[in-house]
Structures are given as structure tokens and as C-alpha cells.
């Protein structure tokens, strides 16, 4: 993340899981978008506390409004900084996105990316978690319908190259 990067959309209790072939489960994080970058935050220095109550608030938001590009207050750009220095969170900047396209599903929406990264092609789908169960593994067991589009064409409008 650059100094003069800001935030512009930040996501939590988002699903992430591989498209590839013989992939099984997936893992919880955040989706944050700033001015030149989307990152997946799984491993964060947020409080728990704090996370449960983002993603209560966020539940509530959805249910009015569907739009994606929202941001929560309790965690800025410095926090942010403090959780990329974990070398399992992702920080891909646009132009290393191949692909992305969204979908509605009876179920809920999902956001697909492609991208490249150290050499390696990847391929994830992220959703908006509702409800979870938590035994024996933590995973969703609803998900929200939300709009993707204004996030997609946020990427979309600041790549060089787009599929």
C-alpha cells in the first residue's frame, strides 16, 4: 500500500474460496479496496469484539442498501498497513487481475477473480457471509445479496488492460 492510498470500500465476513480443480473449503477475511489496490485480510489485529459488531452493522447495512462500496469506522488506513505486513493477507494491485465479473446466484452474489501472482494463476469466488455455523469447521450457511457492480467498475475504470 502506497502513503497516499485511502480506503475506499471495506468488506467483512466476506468467503473466499478457490475455483481450482479438487479445492474444498474456503476462509473468512475482509475485502478492502483502495485507490490502486484489493486486498484479502484474513489474518488481522482487529479486536473481536469490534468484528462482531461490524458485521452485525453490515448485515443491517446490506438489508438496505446492496451497494458494496461502503466503509466501517474502527479500522483506517493505518490498520490496514499493520495487517499487510502479514504475509498471508493478499494485496494485488488492478492491473494484476485478469478477470473479474460478478454473478447472482439464487443463494446469494458472488464476486469472481482472476489474477496472477508470484507466477502462480488463481482463481477465487467471495461472498457476503450472514449467518455461520461454527462446529465442526466455521463455515457460512447464508449468504447476502449484494451489488457488485460499483466495486467491479471501480477496478474495471483504473486498469490499463481489461478482460
Do not use: C
Not at 131 to 159: H, L
Amino acid at each position: 500500500m502506497q502513503p497516499d492510498e485511502k480506503i475506499q470500500a471495506h468488506l467483512v465476513s466476506v468467503w473466499r474460496e478457490s475455483k481450482k480443480f479438487f479445492s474444498i473449503g474456503g476462509r473468512e477475511g475482509m475485502l478492502v479496496l483502495t485507490d490502486k489496490h484489493l486486498m484479502f485480510v484474513h489474518k488481522t489485529k482487529a479486536k473481536m469484539n469490534w468484528w462482531k459488531a461490524i458485521t452485525q452493522r453490515q448485515v443491517i447495512n446490506f438489508v438496505k442498501s446492496k451497494n458494496t462500496m461502503i466503509r466501517h469506522d474502527g479500522y483506517d488506513d493505518d490498520d490496514l498497513v499493520n495487517d499487510l505486513e502479514d504475509d498471508r493477507n493478499v494485496e494485488l494491485a488492478f492491473d494484476d487481475i485478469s478477470s473479474i465479473s460478478f454473478e447472482e446466484k439464487n443463494w446469494g452474489s458472488s464476486l469472481h477473480l482472476e489474477y496472477e501472482k508470484d507466477g502462480k494463476q488463481e482463481k477465487f469466488q467471495y461472498s457476503i457471509a450472514q449467518d455461520w455455523v461454527k462446529y465442526p469447521a466455521k463455515e457460512p450457511t447464508k449468504y447476502m445479496k449484494v451489488n457488485w457492480e460499483p466495486f467491479v467498475q471501480f477496478i474495471k475504470d483504473r486498469q490499463k488492460f481489461t478482460k
